[in-house]
């Protein structure tokens, strides 16, 4: 396992739409696990494959730090509702913006063993997969963002 580089801000490959994964291969269960890593390193609930330079559609998402989801092909089925709150990106470091999202969300996805199953979230993991569903598709929170960005610690102290 290897911690990746985390693409940022105006790198193209955060502006493209991922190609489907359609075999489990030595090179997709080594890059899920140094996205695992990434992720906890750099103290990340989520990170998408485009964030460190893969064009494929998997994300890795953990709002426990304890229970890590992996999610292969994800696409939500279902929403309902809405939250507003806080949100910051591992690709944008230092900010954060309100931002409106589904309060309850419902995704179909295969797991590491191509195996298909659901995710439901509220709260913090529906944000979660909100967010880096639409990375999978070459969208970032900045284009929701309601106001202008804030530095991280700022917001913090609101």
């Given amino acids: 396992m290897a911690i990746r580089n985390i693409r940022e801000l105006g790198e193209e490959v955060l502006t493209k739409k991922c190609r489907e994964v359609t075999e489990m291969t030595p090179r997709i269960k080594e890059l ?3 996205m695992l890593e990434t992720m ?3 103290n990340g609930v989520g990170l998408a494959a485009p964030q460190v330079g893969v064009l ?3 994300v890795v998402i953990d709002t426990t730090g304890d229970d890590p989801h ?3 092909n994800p696409r939500i089925v279902e929403s309902s509702g809405e939250q507003t709150g806080q949100e910051g990106c591992l690709s944008i470091p ?3 913006a309100q931002v409106t999202r589904p309060a309850y969300v419902k995704a179909v996805a295969l797991d590491a063993d191509m195996r298909e199953f659901e995710l439901e979230g509220t709260e913090l993991l529906a944000r979660a997969i909100c967010h880096e569903l639409d990375h999978l598709d070459g969208h970032l929170y900045i284009e929701k963002a309601e106001g202008p960005l804030q530095d991280a610690a700022a917001a913090d102290d609101e």
Avoid: P
């Fill in 56 to 58: 494929k559609r998997i």
């Fill in 40 to 42: 906890y390193d750099a």
């Fill in 70 to 72: 992996i999610l292969i």
């Fill in 32 to 34: 899920i696990q140094d």
């Fill in 94 to 96: 230092g900010k954060t």
